[in-house]
């Protein structure tokens, strides 16, 4: 992987989706916001979000897809890999995923990981759910 951006997040939490037995744990939706420019056509460009997760964004025909950066095979790094037409191709073992559904082409039962995408303005906004520990009541 030779060229990672640390995404930036936006302010706000979407929503929140907590455990009625685990009063301390939600999931809450958060935004990453990365510029389109930044993604090239010929390969997926790495986005940092925190130590546990890094994104390999994608674009292809003008549209962005967001999947989560271990290949789903063996965890190799596939924003390493390169882009042929709709498929993003492990640098590793060169199995190939489909941008469009995420799936393997073989094995079949093999799928990336995704995430939301929205273009707004020239900046794509990525959409995670994380888990986080609410405040505990004092
Ligand atoms: S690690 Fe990606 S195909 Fe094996």
Known sequence: MDY????????GIARTRTCARCPNWGIVLRVIAVAAAEVPEARP???????QLTLAVCRFEGA??????????????????EMA???????VH??????????????????????P????GG?????LE????????V
């Open 4 to 11: 990672i951006i640390n995404g930036s997040w936006l302010d």
């Open 64 to 81: 962005y897809f967001a999947f989560d950066n271990k290949c789903p095979h063996r965890g190799a790094a596939l924003a390493g890999g």
């Open 130 to 137: 994380v888990e986080q520990d609410a405040p505990r009541p």
């Open 45 to 51: 460009l790495a986005v940092r979000v925190d130590d």
């Open 85 to 91: 037409g709709e498929l993003l191709v492990c640098p």
């Open 123 to 127: 900046e794509l906004k990525i959409e």
């Open 94 to 115: 060169h199995f190939k995923f489909s941008v469009k559904t995420g799936r393997c082409a073989m094995p079949r039962h093999l799928r990336l990981r995704s995430f």
């Open 117 to 120: 995408v929205r273009e707004e």
